[in-house]
């Protein structure tokens, strides 16, 4: 048996995110059909993490079991031949039947791209604010998340524990961009998005730095808007 | 009367190219519409150059004559209101009457990008090259397109004069792309695209330096073939 680690570029523009849904079109579906087509039988594919969707990815880890004796290589080319254009294996590589491509993940980045006004050629990728932003005030209520903390406020799952750690939030600013880079050890259903909604807000002055402090706290509050996924990409996953 | 200029960023996928065409979409045809929306009768848009269907532009230029009074941000404004998503005014300037978009420009920069491999995230705006190039022999062979020459040779058009100067032929290149800046006083119908493919053809050693050199000549030669238009960005227009 072989355990094959999978690197995944995909647009997620037409896809309902990464995991699979029997009658939707999404990543891990079309992954194991692709798979399917090689092997000859049905493959399950374990994904790094679920994605929202519309959220795109540059490098995407996955890793499935196969008795296939293809060599790595062709393996990698055949799935992309039998991939649609939008699904990408930029690499695959034998590992260690231990691993597992969520269960191993140290830490995963997102990066978030907010564009100010409006551009045909980027929004595809991209939040188009119309309001005028901050972006120090941003990078200042970024800091706030940074640490081992409880983000229930900031995502929309109830039942579970909200314990995650933030390792990084960096903002960097080119003439009319500004880009969020998120790292953490993991991440719930809407989390990075709903920071983003969060800090933007502050950044247009319509929240404070001690609103998010409050909320972050576990004080009561209102629920910040949710940033569009069109702007948010997997990064990288780190092992 | 005015003369208004107008900075444009359009995404090109679903237009066939600027000049209007009775039945189809076209930049042109879509901002005349606009255009006329705002100002209640039909309106031309002078543009700097014809594009190719499926290119896009950074910082294409019109002009367009009116005698609306509504203020020069107000217009550019009301514009993009009635602009589709695909289309954004980026600036707009009132100029001398005797500005003309296309008989005033200088030269024009476009821009082509080429991917090594694949890349779901990139090729929309990209040529997917599977060969393996060299880049180092691609820019040898620009340096050959350099100066005051006959293009007849690498564009569509029969009969008209095919002398054109060309600036710049700059090639710049990261981990899996090559980007190629051409720069020049006017080029004629897929001039640029069929450079980039007897450039890259010859990256690739399927012909030679001396090939090139010859059919700029004049002399007997197979044609090469025609970089994709998804590759392909005007860039902007100097006057």
Redesign the interface.
């Known amino acids: 048996m072989h355990n094959i680690k999978l690197t995944i570029?995909?647009?997620g523009a037409g896809f309902f995110g990464w995991q699979y849904q029997p009658d939707r079109k999404t990543v891990q579906g079309e992954l194991q059909i692709a798979l399917e087509k090689l092997v000859q039988k049905p493959v399950k594919a374990y994904g790094c993490s679920r994605t929202d969707a519309s959220v795109?990815a540059?490098n995407y880890v996955a890793n499935f079991y196969t008795q296939s004796k293809l060599g790595i290589e062709r393996f990698r080319r055949a799935l992309?031949y039998h991939l649609p254009?939008?699904?990408?294996i930029k690499s695959a590589e034998l590992v260690d039947l231990l691993f597992h491509a969520r269960y191993n993940a140290k830490s995963k980045i997102y990066t978030y791209r907010i564009i100010r006004g409006?551009?045909?050629?980027r929004?595809a990728?991209a939040w188009e604010l119309r309001e005028a932003v901050d972006a120090r005030r941003i990078n200042k209520a970024l800091k706030l998340f940074v640490g081992r903390k409880d983000f229930q406020p900031f995502c929309l799952t109830r039942n579970i524990s909200g314990i995650c750690t933030l390792f990084r939030l960096e903002l960097s600013e080119t003439e009319d961009e500004i880009s969020i880079l998120i790292q953490g050890d993991r991440f719930l259903y809407k989390m990075v998005r709903r920071i983003i909604g969060a800090v933007v807000t502050c950044g247009t002055g319509r929240i404070t730095l001690a609103d998010i402090k409050a909320a972050l706290a576990g004080e009561k509050h209102r629920s910040y808007r949710t940033a569009p996924s069109s702007g948010l990409?997997l990064d990288s996953v780190q092992y």
């Open positions: 570029e995909f647009d795109s540059h992309n254009k939008e699904i990408y409006q551009s045909p050629l929004h990728r990409i």
